[in-house]
């Protein structure tokens, strides 16, 4: 059976307000449904699988007892395919990556820490969100170890969530801020040196299509030597993009 794959990224729910988080999310469980159904800007290209590809949300920690609120409409949907049997896949990213186990049993969502391959239809993609990959950004790679930490997680657990969510959130927008800086330099970004990087070793060396998150720039770019290519899937904050792999092809969607 022919394959046909969307990935979408960067929602950033609960971002910068209640209005207009909820506008965008409206926004793109139409462009789940549609997907899924091959209708709309899907049609003819129903899903086989769906892939988010991190920051779904602009702040998630599952706490013992409760999560924190908004994204229902989003989790919903997700649940709604995942029990239709549509393999959905949720890749964490910075602002989400706090999941202990509710997105997998209570949404049914396939979860991912890590870079992901898969080859469809002759077509080889390394995808993931992309945070802290690449050469530089050490102050965040440092933090990311924290924020990893199992010591470091159970210690937030016990802040009340009124407090926790509260510091969290401030903590997101900065960092939020610093994913959406302008690409001045296609070069110089992180995640086109670690493809370039990943290219000649054996995880790397025979991948078409290196697939990332995290910079909120939708790109498409051939690597040298012509053989691969690196693509940003934007965002859904000021984007509105998403990227599609049909008959062994993938493409970047714009959404208006």
């Not at 699988?49 to 989003?74: L, M, N, Q, T």
């Not at 670690?194 to 910079?215: I, S, Y």
Request: glycine share 12%.
């Amino acid at each position: 059976m022919p394959h046909c794959v969307h990935l979408a990224s960067d929602l950033h729910l609960g971002a910068p307000n209640r209005e207009a988080s909820h506008e965008r999310e409206r926004r793109f469980v139409t462009w789940l449904r549609e997907a899924a159904e091959g209708t709309g800007f899907a049609e003819g290209a129903a899903a086989t699988e769906i892939h988010v590809v991190g920051d779904v949300f602009d702040f998630w920690f599952e706490y013992r007892h409760s999560v924190p609120k908004g994204g229902v409409r989003v989790l919903g949907a997700l649940a709604e395919l995942a029990d239709g049997g549509l393999p959905v896949h949720f890749h964490v990213g910075n602002h989400d990556l706090w999941t202990f186990g509710y997105l997998e049993n209570e949404v049914g969502v396939i979860v991912h820490r890590a870079p992901v391959r898969a080859t469809w239809d002759g077509l080889t993609c390394l995808v993931g969100h992309g945070d802290g990959l690449g050469p530089g950004d050490h102050g965040y790679k440092r933090l990311k170890r924290l924020f990893t930490s199992r010591i470091c997680q159970a210690a937030f657990r016990r802040v009340h969530p009124d407090l926790g969510i509260a510091l969290a959130n401030r903590w997101s927008a900065a960092s939020r801020r610093k994913g959406e800086l302008p690409v001045t330099s296609v070069e110089q970004e992180h995640l086109y040196q670690h493809a370039l990087h990943l290219l000649q070793t054996e995880e790397g060396k025979d991948v078409d299509a290196f697939v990332f998150g995290h910079r909120h720039a939708p790109l498409d770019v051939a690597l040298p030597g012509g053989h691969s290519r690196y693509l940003n899937l934007g965002d859904w904050i000021s984007h509105f993009t998403s990227a599609v792999v049909k008959n062994g092809q993938i493409s970047l969607v714009h959404h208006g």
